[in-house]
């Protein structure tokens, strides 16, 4: 017997997906690259865990102030309180806050 996780809506929370990465500006620094496709598992906390992982991104501290994460235009800590999974073609993208005055 298989074992399958899927969500309230019967979706398998544990096949990969293919998803856009977009890095902007200084984020491109841990990546190299502007955006990039990745194969991740639709639980929005599990890949973008992943990708900050893959590219060593230093996340704890000042970067995790400057920079925000958003889920097809969606800050990510939205995106989770609305329980929503990524699906494929969605974007994730990680953008830096400019300061300014």
Same mark, same amino acid.
């Given at each position: 017997m298989m074992n399958r996780k899927n969500n309230k809506n019967g979706i398998s929370t544990n096949k990969k997906i293919m998803v856009r990465v977009r890095f902007i500006t200084i984020m491109q620094r841990y990546s190299g690259h502007k955006e990039i496709r990745m194969e991740l598992l !639709? =639980? !929005?906390?599990?890949?973008?865990?992943? @990708? @900050? =992982?893959?590219?060593q991104i230093p996340w704890s501290g000042q970067l995790e102030k400057s920079t925000r994460i958003f889920i097809n235009k969606r800050e990510l800590n939205d995106f989770l309180r609305s329980g929503g999974l990524l699906k494929p073609g969605d974007t994730i993208a990680f953008i830096p806050i400019s300061g300014g005055g």
């Open positions: !639709p =639980d !929005p906390s599990q890949a973008v865990k992943y @990708i @900050i =992982d893959k590219f």
